[in-house]
């Protein structure tokens, strides 16, 4: 199969194969990958909508052969194929996210990231790095440009420049935070 996945054209072949109507060929299309999605599901697969997309894709895939050569009841041969698949060993899943730290220790962080841009940083280098991570997406990138201009550097110029600041700052935070945890 293609790697950019199944064309418009593939898809259309195979809702005029479930079904002349279009409609109904929806109606269809929508109930197998419902059914797929609890097969799934029932087979303890976390990612049970996505084996159900890849189940349709392997099917519009076929769709040529299946048009001229397969006779009976479409939904059968979904669900053969998304038999083979359940068959295949399971992906583990995506690693759970870190729980968001409490207040307390936001603060925490805060507070010695204010410490230590004091303490170890110049007031231009502190300038510099509150002006670098401020704002974002298309904004961060536009104040990161200004900054290089400003300073007469190239942005990768500007990014080794805050990561050496990062590189003194990070100790100095961990030994604080070490610190207040234990006390």
């Given at each position: 199969m293609?790697k950019?996945?199944?064309?418009?054209?593939?898809?259309?072949?195979l809702w005029r194969?479930l079904?002349?109507?279009?409609?109904?060929?929806?109606?269809?299309?929508?109930?197998?990958?419902?059914?797929?999605?609890?097969i799934?599901?029932c087979?303890?697969?976390y990612?049970?909508e996505?084996?159900a997309d890849?189940?349709?894709?392997?099917?519009?895939s076929k769709?040529?052969?299946?048009i001229e050569?397969?006779?009976?009841d479409?939904?059968?041969?979904?669900?053969?194929v998304?038999?083979?698949l359940?068959?295949?060993?399971?992906?583990?899943?995506?690693?759970?996210?870190?729980?968001?730290?409490?207040?307390?220790?936001?603060?925490?962080?805060c507070?010695?990231?204010?410490l230590?841009?004091?303490?170890k940083?110049?007031e231009d280098e502190?300038?510099?790095v509150?002006?670098y991570?401020?704002?974002?997406?298309?904004?961060?990138?536009?104040v990161?440009?200004q900054?290089?201009?400003?300073?007469?550097?190239?942005?990768?110029?500007?990014?080794?420049?805050v990561?050496?600041?990062?590189s003194?700052?990070?100790?100095?935070i961990?030994?604080?935070l070490?610190?207040l945890?234990?006390q």
């Amino acid at each position: 199969m293609d790697k950019r996945g199944p064309t418009q054209e593939a898809f259309e072949k195979l809702w005029r194969w479930l079904d002349p109507d279009p409609e109904t060929a929806g109606l269809k299309h929508e109930r197998i990958r419902l059914r797929l999605i609890r097969i799934f599901s029932c087979r303890g697969r976390y990612n049970a909508e996505d084996l159900a997309d890849e189940t349709v894709d392997v099917v519009v895939s076929k769709i040529d052969w299946l048009i001229e050569n397969y006779r009976g009841d479409p939904a059968l041969y979904f669900y053969g194929v998304a038999k083979k698949l359940a068959l295949q060993p399971p992906k583990a899943p995506p690693p759970t996210p870190p729980p968001a730290p409490d207040m307390d220790e936001i603060e925490r962080r805060c507070s010695c990231l204010d410490l230590c841009l004091e303490e170890k940083v110049t007031e231009d280098e502190r300038q510099l790095v509150l002006r670098y991570h401020e704002k974002n997406k298309q904004e961060k990138i536009q104040v990161r440009r200004q900054i290089a201009r400003e300073l007469g550097i190239s942005i990768n110029a500007l990014r080794i420049r805050v990561c050496h600041i990062h590189s003194r700052l990070r100790p100095c935070i961990e030994q604080c935070l070490s610190h207040l945890l234990n006390q």
